[in-house]
């Protein structure tokens, strides 16, 4: 009998690995992932320097005003090109004519206006912004009589500086750019559950299909002549369940790969929170939640008689699969929070969010454990449930089993 049960997994294993879909997603996948990451870092540093932008913006002079030389000169120290006319139609020309990024005005009843020839283009707007309010609030200090060191303190007061703690040493901290820190850590934990919830979604999909095809062209009732339904059902779940591991476990393989060389990647340096022990935790989470829900789609596949069927049965449970990808937000931003304890420990959610919490910060152990525990206690109560599903399922045909039928399926 043990042998029957190799067959099926051998077969099923073939089954999913032999596919177009698993040969390109096993590779394209993370490749494609990485080169996300990659891209929106060095999109995201091009968009804040500007150090060899080549920038030149136009002064209308037909209005004088002491103030507006002051932001004349500050814009000349940024090596900003300044192109001065009295003429503003003729500003307004070498704006449309990419001459310029645009041009700024005096306005006497409105003060001063910016002008260019699109939204998108902040940086200089807000950069012209920021000085003209700077020299502004300046002036207005100076006419107060206060001297140049109490109006220095003013205009520059101390800043914050964001230390990160030690663990190895608690004299010392660690200096950290907050919101690169943040940002990798988001990036990383979206990632993460992505390749964890499309990897169970792929593979739930095709165990429910692979039940469904089995059914309708009634390989099934010769099946069940060798084997019985629960030892069936164990080795689809083993076979599909054995390429969609081998999958993850290549991404996590290349994971590490990024991780250890993402300094070369320009990723940025990974290592720090993409450790050896996150990716054990998130294999062990990562089965626990495969196996469950493959259960569940192979159990629906065995009630349902075509795939238009099958598609309205599972409609119910891909909403809540869908339920990690709504809360990731918050959970990135506040890991510690309650509401990111809560869904952390909700086992539909916790085969991805928990990853995601430990890539955003430290979670304890308690947590973890608990969380594990009420995931396999959930996993072992719907493999036995899914078990009664599929073995009174698979048997009868022609019946339209419909979502509330699953209890009286579970009773058989």
């Known amino acids: 009998m043990k042998s029957k049960i190799k067959h099926i997994i051998k077969f099923e294993f073939l089954r999913a690995a032999k596919t177009k879909g698993f040969i390109i997603g096993i590779i394209?996948?993370?490749?494609?992932?990485?080169?996300?990451?990659?891209?929106?870092?060095?999109?995201?540093?091009?968009?804040?320097?500007?150090?060899?932008?080549?920038?030149?913006?136009?002064?209308?002079?037909?209005?004088?005003?002491?103030?507006?030389?002051?932001?004349?000169?500050?814009v000349k120290s940024m090596n900003w090109e300044i192109v001065e006319s009295p003429d503003k139609d003729a500003l307004r020309t070498m704006t449309f004519e990419k001459k310029i990024k645009g041009f700024i005005e005096y306005d006497s009843v409105a003060g001063y206006n910016f002008y260019a020839d699109n939204y998108t283009d902040l940086y200089v707007s807000n950069t012209i912004s920021g000085i003209v309010y700077s020299i502004n609030r300046r002036n207005e200090i100076m006419r107060s009589g206060l001297s140049a060191e109490q109006i220095e303190k003013i205009l520059n007061p101390p800043s914050v500086n964001t230390l990160k703690l030690s663990e190895d040493n608690p004299e010392t901290a660690e200096t950290s750019n907050v919101h690169a820190e943040v940002f990798k850590?988001?990036?990383?934990?979206?990632?993460?559950?992505?390749?964890?919830?499309?990897?169970?979604?792929m593979f739930a999909q095709a165990i429910g299909m692979s039940v469904l095809e089995d059914k309708t062209t009634k390989i099934v009732d010769v099946l069940l002549t060798s084997v019985s339904p629960t030892q069936l059902l164990t080795g689809k779940?083993?076979?599909?369940?054995?390429?969609g591991i081998l999958q993850f476990l290549v991404w996590v393989l290349i994971a590490i790969i990024a991780t250890t060389n993402s300094d070369e990647?320009?990723?940025?340096?990974?290592?720090?929170?993409?450790?050896?022990?996150?990716?054990?935790?998130?294999?062990?989470?990562?089965?626990?939640?495969?196996?469950?829900?493959?259960?569940?789609?192979?159990?629906?596949?065995?009630?349902?008689?075509?795939?238009?069927?099958?598609?309205?049965?599972?409609?119910?449970?891909?909403?809540?699969?869908?339920?990690?990808?709504?809360?990731?937000t918050p959970v990135t931003m506040t890991p510690d929070s309650t509401f990111s304890v809560v869904m952390s420990m909700i086992p539909i959610c916790s085969s991805s969010l928990m990853p995601?919490?430990?890539?955003?910060?430290?979670?304890?152990?308690?947590?973890?454990?608990?969380?594990?525990?009420?995931?396999?206690?959930?996993?072992?109560?719907?493999?036995?449930?899914?078990?009664?599903?599929?073995?009174n399922g698979i048997m009868q045909q022609g019946k339209d089993f419909k979502f509330k039928d699953i209890f009286k399926l579970m009773k058989k």
């Open 356 to 391: 995601v919490r430990i890539i955003a910060g430290d979670v304890p152990v308690w947590q973890i454990i608990l969380s594990l525990a009420i995931l396999i206690g959930t996993c072992f109560l719907v493999i036995k449930a899914a078990a009664r599903i599929y073995r």
């Open 28 to 74: 394209l996948v993370p490749v494609m992932f990485i080169g996300m990451i990659a891209i929106t870092k060095i999109l995201a540093e091009k968009s804040t320097d500007h150090s060899e932008d080549q920038i030149s913006i136009g002064v209308c002079t037909a209005v004088k005003d002491s103030t507006l030389a002051e932001i004349v000169q500050s």
């Open 185 to 201: 850590r988001q990036m990383c934990g979206y990632v993460f559950a992505f390749l964890i919830m499309m990897s169970v979604l």
């Open 265 to 328: 990647m320009s990723i940025g340096s990974l290592s720090e929170y993409l450790t050896p022990q996150l990716f054990i935790v998130a294999a062990v989470y990562f089965v626990l939640g495969f196996i469950m829900v493959m259960t569940l789609y192979a159990a629906f596949g065995s009630m349902a008689e075509t795939q238009q069927h099958y598609n309205q049965l599972v409609s119910g449970i891909s909403v809540f699969m869908s339920l990690p990808f709504i809360v990731i």
């Open 237 to 243: 779940i083993l076979g599909v369940g054995g390429a």
